[in-house]
């Protein structure tokens, strides 16, 4: 496995050694020009099927970016568009010459038009709504025209604002009610009143709306643009901007360096939304969620920086730090008002939402494994830090210790991560063998295998996935399956994204940047292929044991997306089937049998077909009486499935030894695996996959052994 990967990693060093020492100059004046030239730079010489950049791509830059700007249609006018337009077949031209003039053009273009807006908004929500007028809006945006005057401007933010207000309306009217069937004597308020709080309800949305984009600077409509340009090669390849790259490395880590608070901004005020359970701020006991921020002081300076009225992003960065520093923060508390200096030392942050987390299943005596993998991170400075397949590795010596009998592993919502943990997990279930077939373009593939002979787990396995299991995720299951090693329960396919993406630093081009940080670019640059040969893009993984879901009739995988790459095969690697199991097709039949006659299961179905017939319903009516109509015959239709939130299973889930210790001084970790615990309960897909475990039968002279040789 370490041969494999350390070939693999030479081949991308060469390949950004080539690129990094070319010829090719970046030196334009205009940072934005600079940033479009070097980013086609990189996508002509390192993404894995290169578009050719000329006026069809030109139009669908145009049109999608045009979308992103202005999505609902309430800013641009028809006679804007028509100024736009004469770029339709200019943009690929203006790329080439490096020439940004359609942006410039519909940047301007929108700042003037979402100035008007503010103005006209306010006025619009300074009237009563007669919500007894019969009209109605379509709220499928796509579907309209462009306006052409100012008094058709005016009535499309009228029809949507009374839309909002008066879903607000409806929801006020039925909190009265029920103050009123509580309390007798309580006096209901009017109709009158209840409107002019709705109203203010939508105009203080639309004033944190404007906080929001008042906050934005030309660089972030930039980005805008730039990914309007990159995401026509393939739906992956994605520009990070600088801080948009710190997300994505905390993403995929699941660490940083700071207090470990999560802060949001509302009118011109910081405030903390949550604190970090096991952090520094947790551990210190002196923030709570609502307080306010006024002020951050370095530990090597002298005076504090207000952060009152900052841009969140920029008041992220001040309060953010090294391990060991420290920061102190002037604080307004939410339940006194009074105003504190607080010091923290900063630390290294978890953030425990992104790691595996691992249940024992207790059912008619015996005990399984549950191992939640949200993704599959790692730490992008060292992978051996901290990554999903050490911490499943762990988890499983752990279950060994408490007896259990099988174990699932849920890959549900999974969206990938590291290409090497799929194959360090994968090897922890069966011998040596390859795991995933990589190949670039115009490259001889690369298998990725596990060296590794021991086995940490050799009983039953299944695993559960759904229409967002992707690209990761999808390895996995692919290989468990053709190895015969796993039986996968859940959705027809998953999502089917085939693809491999690396994140490319941008500033590595320039030898001398006086630009500052310019970003990253996450490049498609490789396909994989499972060990039988065939691709998972936009086919995914067939799951051996379909069950409905409520992603079952929504259009979310590859294959609806916008420019993917095609399916194709390569040749099969060399591999063994496992060989432990016995009567493998009679256990999934069973489940089959199982699943068709599960009454639960059949009304999650219809459910699922339900709520995607109400979604295509883009008609409301704005008069009161009809819409709380329709919403009353919603709900009453609703209550049919009522029962798929009430199901409950016969399972317990106790979590491990480990985790029960820690439970002692950290309440918040307990309430959240209390949680968990809960939603497994009515979770009907882990009930069948413990059933499946239960009938899965090892032989216990082959279930280290492997037969059927498959080249």
Not at 153 to 161: D, F, T, V, Y
Not at 608 to 615: D, F, G, L, P, T
Not at 687 to 711: P, Q, T
Request: proline share 2%; hydrophobic share 35%; aromatic share 10%.
């Amino acid at each position: 496995m370490k041969r494999n990967f350390k070939v693999l990693i030479m081949l991308m060093v060469m390949a950004a050694s080539a690129c990094s020492f070319t010829t090719k100059k970046f030196d334009d004046p205009s940072k934005d020009k600079l940033l479009i030239d070097l980013i086609t730079y990189v996508l002509n010489q390192g993404h894995y099927d290169a578009r050719e950049i000329n006026d069809e791509f030109s139009r669908e830059v145009y049109l999608d970016f045009l979308e992103g700007m202005d999505p609902s249609k309430r800013f641009f006018y028809a006679k804007d568009v028509e100024n736009f337009s004469e770029y339709q077949d200019l943009i690929d031209d203006e790329i080439k010459n490096k020439e940004i003039e359609f942006f410039n053009l519909s940047y301007s273009t929108l700042n003037e038009r979402m100035e008007e807006a503010r103005s006209l908004y306010k006025d619009i929500l300074s009237q009563p709504f007669d919500f007894t007028e019969k009209e109605n809006i379509n709220t499928d945006y796509d579907k309209l025209d462009y306006v052409s005057s100012k008094e058709e401007m005016k009535e499309r933010w009228r029809k949507q604002l009374k839309f909002s207000t008066l879903i607000t309306f409806r929801d006020k009217k039925e909190q009265e009610e029920q103050k009123k069937e509580n309390d007798p004597d309580y006096e209901v308020k009017s109709d009158t009143e209840l409107e002019k709080e709705a109203r203010e309800v939508t105009l203080e949305t639309l004033d944190e709306y404007y906080d929001f984009t008042d906050d934005l600077e030309r660089e972030d409509y930039f980005s805008v643009y730039i990914n309007a340009i990159v995401e026509e090669f393939d739906p992956h390849t994605f520009y990070f901007a600088p801080q948009d790259k710190d997300r994505f490395d905390i993403a995929m880590s699941g660490k940083l360096e700071g207090i470990g608070a999560r802060l949001q901004k509302k009118s011109d005020n910081i405030t903390i939304t949550e604190v970090i359970s096991g952090g520094p701020a947790w551990r210190s006991e002196e923030l709570d969620e609502g307080d306010v921020i006024l002020k951050v002081k370095q530990e090597d300076e002298d005076a504090a920086v207000s952060i009152v009225g900052m841009r969140l992003n920029d008041a992220v960065d001040l309060i953010k730090g090294p391990k060991g520093t420290e920061v102190t923060l002037t604080v307004r508390k939410k339940l006194m008002g009074n105003i504190e200096d607080i010091t923290i030392t900063r630390d290294v942050v978890e953030i425990e939402e992104t790691y595996a987390k691992t249940s024992m299943v207790e059912k008619d005596g015996k005990k399984f494994g549950l191992i939640n993998l949200p993704k599959f991170y790692f730490n992008m400075e060292d992978y051996e830090e901290r990554n999903a397949a050490s911490d499943i590795k762990k988890d499983i010596i752990r279950l060994k210790e408490q007896n259990m009998e099988g174990l699932v592993l849920d890959l549900r919502n999974n969206g990938g991560g590291s290409l090497k943990t799929v194959v360090d997990i994968a090897g922890l279930f069966i011998e040596e063998g390859p795991i995933v077939q990589v190949k670039s373009s115009g490259e001889r593939k690369e298998v990725l295998e596990d060296e590794d002979p021991e086995v940490l787990w050799d009983g039953p396995l299944v695993i559960l996935v759904n229409e967002l299991s992707a690209s990761a995720s999808e390895i996995l299951a692919a290989a468990m399956q053709d190895y015969k090693r796993a039986i996968i329960i859940g959705s027809k396919q998953t999502y089917g994204k085939g693809t491999v993406q690396n994140v490319i630093d941008l500033n590595r081009w320039l030898r001398n940047n006086d630009y500052g940080d310019l970003g990253a670019l996450k490049l498609t640059t490789q396909k994989f292929y499972r060990v039988n040969g065939g691709s998972t893009q936009l086919e995914g993984v067939k799951s051996d044991v379909v069950v409905p879901d409520r992603y079952s009739f929504v259009d979310i995988g590859e294959k609806d997306q916008e420019n993917p790459l095609p399916w194709d095969k390569i040749d099969p690697a060399k591999y063994e089937e496992w060989d432990g199991y016995v009567d493998l097709e009679a256990t999934i039949e069973q489940s089959k049998q199982r699943m068709s006659e599960n009454a639960q299961l059949k009304l999650i179905e219809e459910n699922a077909r339900w709520i995607k017939n109400q979604s295509e319903d883009s008609n409301y009516s704005l008069n009161f009486e009809e819409y709380s109509a329709s919403i009353e015959q919603r709900t009453e239709q609703a209550k049919k499935y009522d029962s798929v939130r009430e199901y409950e299973t016969d399972l317990t889930y106790v979590s491990l030894p480990y985790e029960e210790n820690a439970f002692a001084n950290d309440t918040i970790l307990k309430e959240k695996r209390d949680r968990w615990h809960r939603s497994l309960s009515g979770d009907v897909y882990v009930e069948e996959a413990i059933n499946v475990l239960s009938n899965m039968r090892i032989d216990s002279f082959k279930s280290s052994k492997y037969a059927n040789i498959k080249d």
